[in-house]
């Protein structure tokens, strides 16, 4: 069926856009019209129902809203659509890019911040919320992928909870690879994106959030575009998208939705992503490049590595490793030298072994 679609000429070991199946790029051929209920109600609501089922939240008190463009546009459609103060934590560069979101949109805040390679403590979080009682959100990147930071979601839950303030999660690299539990957390907004962990195409994002906290965004949203409560209030009267979808991502997410169901599901990608982690690190250790997080940090989603030896050019490497079938990224932090990989998209732990077999031959 799908000997039409041509292989990708490498595999994407980044954190996303990831390599997607053939079956997902095969969903991208058929055109769809955006004000047909075929469309709307089999593909969007359908959708949006499903999230709610991956997120194992109650639709009576979760709603998901989709939302065009990357998933920083979601980040940003949240944070200008709420009012109140917020306090963001930040530890790498996407923790960084909602407090200048919240700096653009005159959106007051206070930041936690902490170096690239810290993990924020729920204990500090609790000392902010006490001093700055005008504190009404708590904002955390859940996988900071600037390091490959899995940070204390789960403990610093309990303390937003514990002082009755909101919490917003940006779960961009973490929601559909790795179990978060929403709900028993009281996480009122979770942001992720259509081409991370359920292995998707780039397109649009979208957040689960609860009802009661996006009724209470309406008529506070900073943009006309991204505004949250707009296109959740037109999604659920109508169906549609407020303006123009990217109808062809929106076919091939509802695909990537029926391989992770098919796969098993979070629990079961989660335990593919470990493996691919762990395979990736006990070789290339065994290759001479250490990591820069220890393991109680480290998410399965991307890892640092330390440049070897001072010498160590990592764009010729790169070159090397693409031609051998492999995209790496760069490394994205200032007190260290290192480059990252990534192994979630599809890609399998004998995939990463071919990848150890590659990078063996350039040292």
Known sequence: MYDHIPDNPYLLLTPGPLSTSKSVRQALLRDWCTWDA???EEIVQN????????GRVSPQEYSTVLMQGSG??????????ISGKFLIITNGAYGKRIVQIAEVLGQPYVEYALSEVEAPDPDRVEDYLLAVPEL????????ETTTGMLNPLKKIAQVVKRHHRSLIVDAMSSFGGIP?????????FLISSSNKCIQGVPGFGFVLAKREALAACEGHGHSLCLDLFGQWNQMDKSGKWRYTSPTHVVRAFYQALDELEA???IPARHSRYQENQRVLVEGMKELGFDTLLPPDLQSPIITSFLYPNPDFDFDQFYHRVKAGGFVLYPGKITQADTFRIGNIGEVYPDDIRRLLDVVAQQI
């Open 38 to 40: 075929d469309y709307n």
């Open 47 to 54: 959708i949006r129902r499903r999230l709610l089922d991956v």
């Open 72 to 81: 920083s546009f979601s980040v940003e459609a949240t944070i200008g659509s």
């Open 136 to 143: 009404t959100h708590v904002v955390l990147v859940h996988c």
């Open 180 to 188: 978060i539990n929403i709900e028993k957390w009281g996480i009122d």
């Open 263 to 265: 796969e098993g599901g």
